[in-house]
């Protein structure tokens, strides 16, 4: 229901909100959420993928992690009241609130997502509910207005997914010590998926971040358009790789079998999703919602990238959850990612998506090699060790 909901919610943002904006904010608005995701990833330090393999389902250790979360708000309150009226590079200071509004949220998911997946989701699809209904209202047309709201939003999800399960305790000096101490084992592993999710930002808003670094023409709004849609079909994909995730990280049967069956997973996950995708917006386009006939071929493609990366992200959580090829994983991102900047400064801005879906294509066989290697690789020591 909660993830019918944030679809809904994304779709009539994109349909009766997005068009209206004045232009150049929606390309300017998806600029600063890309700058606030990086930012939040590096903050975080690789904690949201390292959490759910230390809490594992246990409420007692969630807790533990709590005072962090409330440093986290402390300090985002800090940064809001102080720079109220702070004109001189504003934009950095957006970015900088909804980044670590972000980093707060993805560390609190990384506590929860073991200890109750359907919460998990709440707190991914909520804020995104009330963004879109308060956006109807149409008191929201700038860019600094729309990223302000979003971190409100964050912020409320938080506060209610934290109260509703429980995860807080209190402060302590011991309780301190033993954070700090359980941080620092952790952070110690998280490395690589540090720098997996950053890349993974990057191939999912490369065609907003290059061309702010290489001398070509600044981003369209049909451009930013089909990015944004191409998100909402990515958001409603990862329910079921978070939910993936969350499975893996907390049985220990990673076997051979079960390496096909995420394999399996993930093709049909982009199959349903791109088909589905596609069928609607043939439907769209009939009755005319797309002002431009280059949106349609833009989103059109948004509809095949964004479900491949849902379906790699499937087989990347299983490899995560055995601690396996972390360091090609990071490999092929990066290739997407060169790639990216290579076509953007070389092709039209109408076939970049296309070519990033065909690299992506083969960065999901290259991926379900790997986790049937892994998981073969494991089954075959298991049964060497009985």
Known sequence: MWQLGSFSARLLFLLFVLPFLPS????????????????????LLGLDGELPLVVRGEIGRARAFFPLILVGWCLLSLIALTGTGFEYGRWFLFAGLLGLASAIGLYLGGIIRTISPADFERLQNVPWIIFGVA??????????????????????????????????????????????????????KGWDKLISNLTLVGIMRGFILWPAILPVAPVMDDLAFAVACGEALWQLGMVFAHRRYAHYSTGSDKNAEQ?????????????????????????????????????????????????????????????????????????????????????????????????????????????????????????????LSL
């Open 24 to 43: 150049g904010e929606l390309a300017r608005y998806l600029f600063i959420t890309s700058v606030a995701v990086l930012c939040g990833r590096v903050l």
């Open 135 to 188: 956006t109807l209202s149409g008191k929201f047309t700038s860019a600094a207005d729309l990223t302000v709201l979003r971190v409100v939003c964050l912020v409320a999800a938080q506060v209610f997914i934290v109260f509703k399960l429980r995860v807080y305790g209190l402060l302590s000096v011991t309780g301190m010590l033993q954070l700090f101490m359980q941080l620092r084992g952790s952070l110690g």
């Open 259 to 383: 390496g096909r069956g995420a394999v399996s997973s993930s093709v049909v996950l982009v199959i349903i999703l791109v088909g589905a995708s596609l069928v609607v917006i043939g439907l769209a386009n009939a009755i005319a919602v797309f002002p431009k006939s280059q949106s349609v071929w833009l989103v059109s493609q948004a509809a095949v990238f964004y479900p491949m990366l849902c379906g790699y992200c499937v087989l990347r959580f299983l490899l995560w959850s055995i601690r396996k090829h972390e360091w090609l994983i990071i490999a092929v991102q990066v290739g997407i990612i060169i790639l990216q900047g290579i076509l953007v400064f070389f092709v039209d801005s109408v076939y970049w998506m296309s070519a990033a879906a065909i690299a992506t294509f083969f960065g999901l066989i290259m991926l379900s090699i790997l986790t049937i290697h892994a998981t073969s690789d494991r089954n075959k020591a298991e049964s």
